[in-house]
């Protein structure tokens, strides 16, 4: 399965800062992980199909 992430070039920025780091990114429209639409129209679908990925530097 492929990751896919749909955006206009046009319209994408990040709007977070350090003092609002979860300010949300606009311009992302789509985002498909392991076949699952994640982001439909902008909007979080409550799916979440990935898993994390750790460097050898983290431990759990």
Do not use: W
């Amino acid at each position: 399965m492929a990751d896919i992430a749909i955006f206009d070039p046009e319209r994408i920025n990040d709007r977070a800062t350090f003092e609002s780091r979860t300010s949300t990114r606009r311009g992302v429209r789509y985002v498909v992980v392991n076949g699952k639409i994640v982001l439909d129209q902008g909007k979080h679908t409550g799916a979440r199909p990935g898993a994390v990925l750790y460097g050898p530097g983290k431990t759990r």
